[in-house]
């Protein structure tokens, strides 16, 4: 079975702590090879997820959904991923910190 991009990402503001994301605030586009284009936005405590590149982002990724669902479960470590061209991310720094937040980790 085919991991789903679009529905994991549509799942996060129902798996992210309030208090986890109180006072953040950023913007990731997700280019899904095979599923399409996101925007994960993040103000006033809110996570919103929506279709399309929506605003400028903080950071975008670029991967397959085959990759990201690897990733996602621990089948993938994102350095060799990254390092192998299987994901691409404009500012690792930002993914880092909200990484764990977004159930990423």
């Known amino acids: 079975m085919q991991f789903d991009a679009k529905e994991f990402l549509f799942s996060l503001p129902g798996k992210v702590k309030p208090e986890a994301i109180d006072g953040l605030s950023t913007r990731f586009h997700f280019e899904i090879a095979d599923s399409g284009s996101y925007t994960v936005a993040l103000a ?41 061209g299987k994901l691409k991310i404009s500012n690792p720094g930002e993914m880092m910190k909200y990484a764990k937040i977004f159930g990423l980790m």
């Open 44 to 84: 006033d405590g809110k996570l919103e997820v929506s279709e399309g590149l929506n605003g400028e982002s903080s950071c975008t990724v670029k991967t397959s959904a085959e990759s990201l669902g690897k990733l996602i479960k621990g089948d993938l470590n994102p350095m060799m991923a990254m390092m192998t």
